[in-house]
T-cell receptor, first 115, second 111 residues
Framework: DAMVIQNPRYQVTQFGKPVTLSCSQT?????MYWYQQKSSQAPKLLFH???????NEADTPDNFQSRRPNTSFCFLDIRSPGLGDAAMYLC??????????????FGPGTRLTVL | KQEVTQIPAALSVPEGENLVLNCSFT??????LQWFRQDPGKGLTSLLL?????REQTSGRLNASLDKSSGRSTLYIAASQPGDSATYLC??????????FGKGTHLIIQP
């Protein structure tokens, strides 16, 4: 089945220790998104890739970076995690055409704990 | 800037009841609206997508409506079951960027 896969599902890191979260997709979608969802909050868009073009949200902290080496994979790097970065990180994909038909497909998420 | 509000924040009803979840958004210039389900500690499962030109969409016991001009959507769940217990999130797509989400309605169906 075509799907969005996130690894690991649970990640524990120490304050200030860099961490990388991974997302892969078999849908062959052009657009990949990263969202952050803190406890009892709405998911918030951090950035997205349209093919290789990176689009950062204005209020995304510099501590968060992303890489997309090919169509299938996208990584979220947190350079120096703080306690406030503990959250669920959700990866999503959609096809490139901007139309009302386009649906976003989400992975299962990575739960990040910062000690 | 688009803002999405969901009411109520939490809802508890006995099994078998029909119920309505509400979603409102401030900017009516949207491409579509999606309803998602989120189980505790899990990712998002897409339930329904309503295109901007549509008024409603149905899937099984779920029916979602969209009134774009007034910035409102409702999710109707018929004959609720304990397995429907989850958080339901509404999200709108306004352009090339990602979705703007509401905080969700936490639903509990009592057996």
């Amino acid at each position: 089945d075509a799907m969005v896969i996130q690894n690991p599902r649970y990640q524990v890191t120490q304050f200030g220790k860099p961490v990388t979260l991974s997302c892969s997709q078999t849908l062959n979608h052009n657009v990949m998104y990263w969202y952050q969802q803190k406890s009892s909050q709405a998911p918030k868009l951090l950035f997205h890739y349209y093919d290789k073009d990176f689009n950062n949200e204005a209020d995304t902290p510099d501590n968060f970076q992303s890489r997309r080496p090919n169509t299938s994979f996208c990584f979220l790097d947190i350079r120096s995690p703080g306690l406030g970065d503990a959250a669920m990180y959700l990866c999503a994909t959609s096809s490139a055409a901007l139309s009302s038909y386009n649906e976003q497909f989400f992975g299962p998420g990575t739960r990040l704990t910062v000690l | 800037k688009q803002e999405v509000t969901q009411i109520p924040a939490a809802l508890s009803v006995p099994e078998g009841e029909n119920l309505v979840l509400n979603c409102s958004f401030t900017d009516s210039a949207i491409y579509n609206l999606q309803w998602f389900r989120q189980d505790p500690g899990k990712g998002l499962t897409s339930l329904l997508l309503i295109q901007s030109s549509q008024r409603e969409q149905t899937s099984g016991r779920l029916n979602a409506s969209l009134d774009k001009s007034s910035g409102r959507s409702t999710l109707y769940i018929a004959a609720s079951q304990p397995g429907d217990s989850a958080t339901y999130l509404c999200a709108v797509r306004g352009g090339a960027d990602g979705l703007t989400f509401g905080k969700g309605t936490h639903l509990i169906i009592q057996p």
